[in-house]
């Protein structure tokens, strides 16, 4: 079992910056491969970035490449997400997620990962 907290959304005024951390409990948090998920109002979760259990794979929606970075910790248990010149339309609930069968890939569709976080919103102002 994984328990997943993420931190660091917040409200920011486009172009600015945001550092979105998720925490993992579980002893094998290290073989996971961990995604960032984000949801709209009224639409399904999207993908944002996937990293693979050792940091040396990512994948990146076309949405954010150049402005996104994801980065692990295995020793902190934590993942973290990057985000720069945020824009109006990165305004979301951002998702954590961990995934035990592509632990070396960074699978880009939700079902994928078996366990989420609860979700820290972003807003972003123009």
């Known amino acids: 079992q994984v328990q997943l907290v993420e931190s660091g959304g917040g409200s920011v005024q486009a172009g600015g910056s945001l550092r979105l951390s998720c925490e993992a409990s579980g002893r094998t948090y290290s073989s996971y491969a961990m995604g960032w998920f984000r949801q709209f109002p009224g639409k399904e979760r999207e993908f944002v970035v996937a990293i693979n259990w050792s940091g040396r794979r990512t994948q990146y929606a076309d949405s954010v490449k150049g402005r996104f970075t994801i980065s692990r910790d295995n020793e902190k248990n934590t993942v973290y997400l990057q985000m720069n010149s945020l824009k109006p339309e990165d305004t979301a609930a951002y998702y954590c997620?961990?995934?035990?069968?592509?632990?070396?890939?960074?699978?880009?569709?939700?079902?994928?990962?078996?366990?989420w976080g609860q979700g820290t919103q972003v807003t972003v102002s123009s």
């Open positions: 997620a961990a995934s035990s069968s592509f632990s070396d890939r960074t699978p880009a569709y939700a079902p994928a990962y078996d366990y």
